[in-house]
């Protein structure tokens, strides 16, 4: 029998393959791991677990806050483990203010913004796993001014039209990609 978080995040994911049915096999992925993992959300699943992660804007939403992330060495959106709230939106909420010490963050829809599957190396006692990602969009409001916690090297706003290039990883091209064809569509309303 599933959880009431494995029912939720499933019809979740549901919604996320209508909108994107170019990522079928990603959410097959999702689905077929989320609905035989009862542990999905528990970080001690050594296969993988489910994370959640913030597509945090500045407040004129052409920027993103990115993080140096100290343990993997490349630029990341914030987000991390689910422990013991298994519900990735809010999970990607207490990251992305954890991480950033930005206190006015603001959920811009319950949907989810975007997946991705993806290993993680091995690490002390951890054999290399996966992490399931699931990705919301929020916005910053007030104060842009971050903190760089102790997770991070280093935090940065970025022009997400600049995330759009061969240089950037395909996961974050494809947000760039997403948010910036979901600008366009709104701006021509």
Not at 24 to 50: M, S, W, Y
Not at 59 to 76: I, P
Not at 85 to 96: H, K, N, V
Request: net charge negative; with cysteine.
């Amino acid at each position: 029998m599933l959880t009431d978080h494995q029912d939720r995040l499933l019809a979740l994911l549901e919604d996320y393959r209508v909108r994107w049915p170019s990522e079928h096999d990603t959410v097959e992925k999702f689905t077929t791991f989320v609905a035989n993992q009862p542990l999905c959300f528990d970080r001690t699943l050594e296969f993988g677990h489910i994370t959640g992660s913030a597509w945090l804007l500045d407040n004129t939403a052409k920027r993103v806050l990115l993080t140096h992330h100290r343990k993997l060495k490349r630029w990341l959106q914030l987000g991390g483990h689910a422990d013991e709230a298994p519900d990735a939106c809010l999970t990607a909420l207490r990251e992305a203010e954890e991480e950033s010490g930005l206190e006015q963050i603001q959920l811009l829809d319950e949907a989810i913004f975007d997946i991705d599957v993806h290993p993680i190396p091995a690490r002390g006692p951890m054999p290399e796993h996966f992490h399931f990602d699931i990705r919301f969009a929020m916005q910053a409001h007030g104060s842009q001014e971050y903190v760089v916690s102790e997770e991070s090297l280093d935090l940065a706003w970025v022009d997400i039209e600049s995330l759009t290039g061969p240089d950037t990883n395909e996961s974050m091209r494809r947000m760039a990609r997403k948010w910036l064809a979901q600008q366009a569509g709104r701006s021509a309303i």
